[in-house]
């Protein structure tokens, strides 16, 4: 435990602000949408950040950066141009420049996050997990105490809808599983971690998350050898917690009759209209002159839609649909810089991240883009790892060669 404070609440700098707004994230104040206090306050830091001269990106890690902002310069310039296209129209939705200040602004997190890694290198690595722990020990903890909100059968904690838990769990999940490869963490944090998260998503109803979460706990095993006794005994133990848990707990027996609920709800929807309808994608089908340079956010009174007056249901629809070709362009070289050089596993823990935003819409959500920013970090850390390897096995090979060369020389000095 005074490992983990060290790392956290104890840490060193700047690295106590970065745990400070991971463990205060989860906890929304305001409306969806609007600034919660752990934004304000990375506002603040990150300002204080820059002013105080210490922003410093290089290599892998500025290319990360400067392809999303490649990203977030023409999603500006989309929708300035639809936002001047439509002077003297109905204009339903937020205003341009609020679209584009989100994806400036998890940028700035993200560049954020690089910085403290350069500047802290493993200590980041330890803040970011463990920090993450803590603030879903506290969501859960604190839940038994304070009235949480949710929407009905759906829990949702202290977040403002049930999808933002499900997510959060995820990515959350996400993060502790790719760091862990590259620090010295007990593998009860690990199991603990499953745990946490997947109770998370539980409380959420959220299928896509805890589909996902079966799949980030076979990665997991296949990762670290399935085959070994510890992960075998892991198994059983999880295994048998989870069915014990679902099957024979009064939590479990409110988990089937919501998700249950939840089926029945979904069933209720007319025949005819589709998962693509429902989501939004029908406006790529109606309107497919959009998709050439974008249609921008907002004003979706434009569109002719299921869902009038509202954003698509879908982070992957609404890059290819708002920003077109060339943004799914720039979107797609963005992800290639996050993953190139890294082994399948890493590859497949991303998978679920972006699985996910097919049908939900979490582009604005912060952590999604914090967890993208491990993988980069890994990447170097690897490099690093790599680097450590040749050098010392170069220091053996000349160790070698130089006994060798040695040898004759005593041979010598005993005949004589």
């Not at 007990?186 to 998503?201: H, I, W």
Request: charge should be positive; proline fraction near 3%.
């Amino acid at each position: 435990m005074l490992d983990i404070f060290k790392h956290t609440l104890g840490a060193k700098g700047w690295l106590r602000a970065w745990a400070i707004y991971l463990i205060a994230f989860p906890f929304y104040f305001f409306p969806a949408g609007s600034a919660q206090p752990s934004d304000i306050f990375i506002v603040v830091m990150i300002g204080l950040y820059v002013v105080a001269r210490k922003f410093n990106l290089s290599g892998s890690l500025m290319e990360s950066f400067s392809r999303f902002m490649r990203f977030c310069v023409y999603i500006t310039i989309v929708n300035l141009g639809v936002f001047i296209s439509l002077l003297g129209e109905a204009n339903k939705g937020l205003p341009w420049f609020v679209f584009s200040a989100f994806y400036f602004y998890n940028l700035f997190v993200m560049g954020f996050a690089l910085s403290l890694y350069r500047q802290y290198g493993k200590r980041f690595l330890y803040t970011t997990v463990y920090s993450c722990l803590i603030a879903a020990a506290l969501q859960i903890t604190l839940s038994f105490f304070l009235e949480t909100g949710g929407e009905g059968i759906r829990g949702s904690l202290f977040f403002t809808n049930p999808n933002q838990l499900g997510y959060y769990s995820l990515c959350g999940l996400a993060i502790v599983l790719v760091l862990e490869t590259m620090i010295k963490l007990p593998k009860l944090m690990v199991y603990l971690g499953f745990f946490l998260f997947s109770y998370l998503a539980l409380i959420s109803v959220s299928k896509a998350a805890i589909g996902a979460m079966v799949i980030l706990f076979g990665v997991y095993l296949l990762a670290n050898g399935i085959l070994s006794t510890r992960n075998i005994f892991a198994l059983i133990v999880v295994g048998g917690l989870g069915v014990f848990g679902l099957t024979k707990t009064e939590f479990g027996a409110n988990f089937q009759k919501n998700l249950e609920a939840r089926n029945l709800n979904e069933a209720d929807r007319p025949e005819e209209i589709t998962e693509w309808q429902y989501r939004g994608y029908d406006r790529i089908s109606n309107h497919p002159e959009y998709m050439v340079f974008g249609a921008g956010e907002g004003g979706y009174n434009r569109f002719d839609t299921f869902i009038e007056g509202h954003e698509m249901h879908s982070s992957f629809g609404t890059i290819v649909f708002c920003y077109g070709i060339p943004g799914t362009v720039l979107f797609v070289m963005f992800i290639f810089s996050l993953l190139k050089k890294l082994p399948w596993y890493y590859v497949v823990y991303s998978l679920p991240l972006f699985a996910y935003g097919v049908t939900h819409m979490g582009l604005r959500f912060t952590i999604f883009w914090v967890a993208l920013m491990m993988f980069p970090i890994i990447r170097v850390e690897r490099s690093k790892l790599k680097f450590v390897k040749m050098y010392l096995m170069k220091k053996r090979e000349k160790e070698r060669v130089e006994a060798l060369l040695n040898k004759p020389n005593l041979l010598n000095h005993n005949i004589s």
